[in-house]
């Protein structure tokens, strides 16, 4: 499967949010983002993904006006990212990889001077401050110092206010990192609640498989290209199908027993792999054609780590070298 | 669904273009966000204080006893105007630079990509630091009556308004100086090479007559010593004193025998603000 292939954005007549074409940065001789084009639908959640210097951070700050492209362009919210900059800022909301809120205000402090920043009436600021702290379950901190606020209540609180000026689009740099998984869930609800309820368009950046699951479609980027652009259901069938690995007592006849029942399997050096549909749902008719013979059975979905690996020939996995700096970075700037 | 209609209201709204009353609204709320943090932060405040408390008690009777007095006025009398103007640079100097802090703890990140102008932000910095500067001066005159300066009404009005010029100016020194500094411990370093000479060299601790010349034209090149003169020659006014005395403490800059009167110094100080103000702006626009 070539890489062009892989890559499938067609959106029909759905209005844009996001217009990239051949988006190019370089930091001298170094290519952070080569080339790269896709377009995302309003009222979509579209994750880049991608190990750590990819490319990811470099893009959406071009997409964010905070760095000019190299070559290539750009709209977001349809306006031209170069030529509209400070309009596109304000149809924007930023959640950056690291934390930008003053610990020593409190929270409704914090949203207060982002209303101001970005000029939200003052008629509605009040009303816009309550409801994006209820998007987020933060209500009953409203008047509480961010300084007394935990990693994942701050994380929260910039989504909240990267919406507070109602943007198009929110973009959201890594944000989960250096969070644990019950905050992350949490997260992610606000996440897909304020796409609900707002209707905002959301890109995020992530470098974790589970994560980039949960968005409607995912770009792959690697080196700064994007290497496959699907969703992730599709990105998945594209690197294989669903398996179940048997271990029998009998394999050569419990191979034939399958191929007789119009199963597609072939006997491998340890078993048996059947190619189904659907892993979950075909144990069970398997288990049951083969009787009392099968010793082990081992159900397997390709994951976005296969993708990965099927697209780089890495894991991602190999590449986090400054994931950790970067979380200690995150927490460092809290404590402060 | 209300929530729908009103997201369309606010994109209208977002997608017009800044006006002016935006840009004064921004600059207020940086203000008020001084302000906020200068009321909540208690150990800023004291500590604000204790180091020129601490020179006008350890050098005002320390030195005051080498100096003697001269008609009744004293040497505690004579730096109580300097030591005034020396909590107002402080405290602005430090107002200013907590842009430091904001960019390392990435709230200075939250507005500087915000569709706002840098002019906006550095006017907000500018008035909050100044504001802050001239409260902290105005905390230190209820000394006054402990060393012997009397205060009238009009003067505390004057002392005010210079404070806040003074202020100002150090201010927008200090926002152009944070601008250029990406790590807190610089800050420390220019602290030590640049303010403390700065203070030292104004003629707030010492007359500003009788100076070896290498010292004089120091202090005159100073433009911190424009800032402390007015402020010391208002005092001084107030203060009824002798001939004798007014010639041995001298409080104004003289320049070849000419004693620069105090719209002079105003206007001095007042070109080092707005020089400042403008570099302020550059050095937060050259920053991402
Ligand atoms: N300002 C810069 N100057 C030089 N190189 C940069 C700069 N910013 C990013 N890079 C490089 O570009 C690459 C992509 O970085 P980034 O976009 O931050 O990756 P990601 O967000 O995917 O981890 C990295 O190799 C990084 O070192
Ligand atoms: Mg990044």
């Keep these: 499967m070539t890489g062009d292939q892989a890559i499938s954005n067609d959106l029909g007549d759905r209005p844009l949010a996001v217009e990239v074409q051949g988006l190019t940065k370089r930091f001298g001789d170094f290519t952070a983002v080569d080339d790269v084009s896709f377009s995302v639908a309003q009222g979509e959640v579209f994750a880049f993904l991608g190990p750590n210097g990819a490319g990811k951070s470099t893009c959406i700050k071009m997409l964010c006006t905070l760095a000019s492209p190299s070559s290539g362009s750009a709209k977001v919210a349809g306006l031209d990212i170069v030529t509209r900059a400070k309009a596109v800022r304000r149809q924007i909301g930023l959640v950056f990889q690291e934390q930008t809120l003053d610990d020593q205000l409190t929270a409704e402090e914090n949203l207060r001077f982002h209303a101001v920043l970005y000029g939200v009436p003052r008629d509605q600021v009040d009303a816009r401050i309550t409801r994006v702290l209820e998007l987020v379950a933060l209500s009953d901190r409203r008047k509480a110092l961010v300084s007394t606020f935990s990693g994942g209540m701050a994380r929260r609180l910039e989504i909240a206010r990267g919406m507070l000026h109602t943007p198009r689009v929110l973009f959201l740099d890594e944000p989960t990192l250096g969070l644990d998984p019950q905050t992350r869930a949490l997260m992610w609800e606000d996440v897909l609640r304020l796409r609900d309820e707002e209707g905002v368009t959301v890109f995020l950046t992530t470098h974790y498989m589970e994560e980039a699951e949960q968005a409607d479609r995912i770009a792959i980027i690697d080196r700064g290209s994007i290497i496959a652009l699907d969703t992730p259901h599709a990105l998945k069938a594209a690197v294989g199908a669903d398996t179940v690995s048997l271990e029998t007592s009998d394999d050569a006849s419990a191979l034939a027993l399958l191929v007789a029942e119009g199963y597609r399997a072939e006997a491998t050096e340890t078993g048996i792999t059947v190619f189904v549909e659907d892993e979950e749902a075909a144990v069970g008719p398997i288990v049951d ?35 950790i700096p970067m979380m200690a970075r995150a927490f460092g700037a809290r404590r402060g | 669904m209300t929530a729908i209609t009103q997201s369309t209201a606010h994109r209208e709204v977002a997608a017009r273009d800044t006006r002016f009353s935006d840009e004064l609204r921004v600059a207020g709320m940086v203000w008020e966000r001084e302000l906020i943090r200068y009321t909540r932060n208690r150990t800023r405040i004291v500590s604000g204080l204790t180091q020129p408390v601490l ?41 200013a630079i907590s842009i430091v802090w904001d960019r390392e703890f990435g709230f200075l990140r939250e507005m500087l990509v915000a569709p706002v102008s840098r002019t906006a932000l550095v006017l907000g910095k500018t008035a909050g630091g100044a504001s802050v500067a001239a409260v902290q001066g105005t905390i230190m005159l209820a000394l006054a009556p402990l060393v012997g300066v009397h205060l009238t009404p009009l003067l505390i009005v004057e002392v005010i308004a210079l404070e806040l010029l ?30 403390m000479p700065m ?90």
Excluded: C
Excluded at chain 2, 60 to 82: A, E, H, K
Excluded at chain 2, 241 to 260: C, D, E, H, K, W
């Design chain 2, 199 to 288: 203070l030292f060299l104004s003629g707030a601790l010492f007359p500003l007559s009788g100076l070896p010349r290498w010292l004089m034209v120091i202090t005159r090149l100073n433009p911190l010593t424009y800032a402390v003169a007015p402020l010391r020659q208002v005092i001084f006014a107030a203060q009824n004193m002798s001939p004798a005395a007014q010639a041995r403490f001298a409080a104004g800059v003289t320049i070849n025998g000419y004693v620069l009167p105090i719209w002079i110094d105003m206007v001095i100080v007042t070109a080092f603000a707005l020089v400042f103000f403008t570099l302020a702006i550059w050095g937060l626009s050259r920053t991402e």
């Design chain 2, 55 to 95: 020179f006008l008690f350890v050098l005002g009777y320390g030195m005051g006893s080498l100096v003697g007095s001269t008609g009744g006025f004293n040497f505690r009398q004579f730096v109580f105007p300097g030591v005034v103007a020396m909590s107002v640079v402080m405290t602005a100097i430090f107002s």
């Design chain 1, 289 to 323: 054609t083969l009787g009392g013979t099968v010793r082990t059975v081992r159900a397997h979905r390709p994951t976005l780590d296969d993708v990965f690996l099927h697209f780089t020939g890495r894991e991602i996995r190999q590449s986090h070298g400054d994931a």
């Design chain 2, 166 to 195: 003074m202020a100002v100016a150090m201010t927008t020194f200090g926002v152009f100086v944070a601008s250029r500094i990406q790590k807190m411990e610089a800050f420390q370093v220019v602290m030590q090479m640049i303010l």
